[in-house]
């Protein structure tokens, strides 16, 4: 019926990677439960270590590289969002926080995230609900209910598989639902935007207010 | 189209000598500078405003009449005059005594100023930057256009009677460029007024004004003042200059990787692939600089910065001379090949006082008599219409 645009961003950074791993689990299931729904899910995997020279620049500079600007599209028309980060010193790795750091504060206004972490240690098993979803609020998205958490043991035990069907399940209720689309298409100006903002996309400028009001000599209220 | 130079009035370390200029040293060095930028055929000279070290440019009215008196064609202007943290009055009154001392050689260029501590400083807060800016603006208009004002806003103590002097030369206000690059409320202002709109073009990848620019030219015909085309365009560009483009490079690279906003990031390259920055020979400086042309359309100012990030005044000279030599007449002239008919030349203040009176004699106001409390009662000037009944704040 629908085509979902899913977009993984992975912080993982050796190859092969537990993070990039849990991601595509993930993505994998999303695209098995979608597809038995009838939707088929379009997949774009944005692994940021090969980003990480153009994100440092961004950070320190005006400067969006080529591979930033292309990644920065492929999120601001995604219709759900897996987002996986290594744990390190306790807390998420500082490439991905440096990556959503850098995007517009509108980018992913009310869009489907799940939220997962790999750490060599359960005792880093609250990084997701306690650092990322803050990230993530302030982000303004629509975080699943269920967080993902893997560390080394983990991997061996039916429990993680378990989790990630119910956070792929509700990625992809998500998605079906239109949320995010509706809130694009019905309040979207209810959030605040600059002008070049949400990646570029946000270049209406609107005449009808009271700076543009003082713009052309009214009096400032 | 107009080709000059602008300075932030940075005094920066020179990275390769190790060496610091003084203020003493750094001001002297500015005024040869604006004394070469005409010396080798430039057209306009600006400065910026600053109120804090490591700059020295606090008062550009003062040293902009002081070049205007050293020189015989060059225009002065500024890069710019902080709109929100001065008072309007006093850039009324300021600004159109440099154009008197100027004889007309004169215009200025507004911006907000991104320094967050100095708003404070007087007595301002950045948080209302935009409202102030636009605010304070369209108080300056007022008050170089009509003999008498009445205003009261939300910034500024209310103006009762008020009359600024001395009246513009020839009762011509001076031209103004707004500065903006990312702001479309300034974009709107300027093209409401019929003013200029300058865009620094440097630092920035030119995505960020190309869509501004665009929106200028619309409201400028909106508004009536002419065709989009016709709208009135500045654009900065930053470059360094050698012979060849090795040595440009090799010689600029120290300067880049010290410069607060280049080092430390991306490489020189990089930034040369992302924004207008400029470092070659001259051939290459050439078919940069008309790119922006093919971006922005046609345009009538073309300001270069060259003395940033701790250059030492020799070096500065010798850019102008490839700038003077080199660059700037192939410029001029292909760009003039390439300009639509239509377009409109940068104002100056002879083309406004013809605009204003055709072959008719300019006004030149002479005030009434005092009235033996050092004002001249209820009209400033002899000829000011009688309708115009000021009135002073009873005491």
Partial sequence: ????????????????????????????????????????????????????????????????????????????????????????????????????????????????????????????????????????????????PTSLFASTEDWNDPALPKRIDRAAFELVLLMESGFAQRIRDESWNAYQHEFGSAGGTEVGIDLDSDMMRLATGGSAT | MQFGVFSVSDITRDPVSGETPSEA???????????????????????????????????????????????????????????????????????????????????????????????????????????????????????????????EGKFRTPLQGFTSVPRPLDDVPPFVWHGSIRTPEIAEQAAFYGNGYFANNIFWPKEHYIRLIEFYRQRYA?????????????????????????????????????????????????????TPLSVGSPQEVIDKTLTFREYFGDYQRQLFLLDHAGLPLKTVLNQLDLLGEEVVPVLRKELAAKRDPEVADAPTHASLVKAKYGDKAPRQPRPNANRGDNVTGASPYQDSAPELEASYPAL
């Fill in chain 2, 222 to 274: 909106h508004y009536g003042h002419g065709t989009a085309k016709q709208a009135i365009v500045g654009l900065g560009g930053h470059v360094y200059l050698a012979r060849n483009s090795q040595d440009a490079k090799k010689e600029f690279r120290p300067y880049f990787n010290a410069a607060p906003v280049y080092g430390n990031g991306p490489s020189m390259e990089d930034f040369m692939e992302m």
């Fill in chain 1, 1 to 144: 019926m629908s085509t979902y645009k899913l977009v993984v961003v992975s912080a993982g950074t050796s190859d092969p990677s537990s993070t990039r791993l849990l991601a595509d689990r993930v993505a994998q299931r999303v695209d098995a439960l979608a597809g038995a729904r009838g939707h088929s899910v379009a997949l774009r995997v944005l692994d940021l270590r090969e980003l990480a020279g153009e994100i440092t620049t961004a950070l320190v500079s005006q400067l969006t590289g080529p591979k930033l600007a292309a990644a920065v599209a492929a999120l601001g028309e995604a219709d759900g969002i897996v987002v996986s980060t290594p744990v390190y010193k306790a807390g998420a790795s500082g490439l991905l926080t440096s990556f959503f750091q850098v995007l517009d504060n509108d980018l992913l206004i009310a869009k489907p995230v799940v939220l997962a972490a790999t750490a060599g240690t359960a005792r880093h098993a609250l990084v997701v609900d306690d650092q990322l979803r803050g990230l993530f609020a302030y982000m303004r998205t629509t975080t699943v």
């Fill in chain 2, 25 to 151: 040293q750094r001001i002297d060095a500015i005024v040869q500078i604006a004394r070469k930028t005409e010396e080798v055929g430039l057209d306009v000279f600006a400065i910026g405003e600053h109120h804090n070290p490591p700059f020295f440019s606090s008062s550009p009215t003062t040293l902009l009449s002081h070049i205007a008196a050293l020189t015989e064609r060059l225009i002065v202007t500024t890069a710019t005059t902080l709109i929100t943290t001065n008072d309007p009055v006093r850039i009324a009154e300021e600004y159109a005594m440099l154009q008197h001392l100027s004889k007309g050689r004169m215009d200025l260029m507004l911006g907000r100023g991104n320094t967050a501590p100095v708003y404070p400083w007087f007595g301002q807060d950045i948080r209302q930057g935009l409202p102030l800016a636009l605010e304070n603006y369209n108080l300056l208009h007022r008050l170089w256009r009509e003999d008498v004002v009445d205003w």
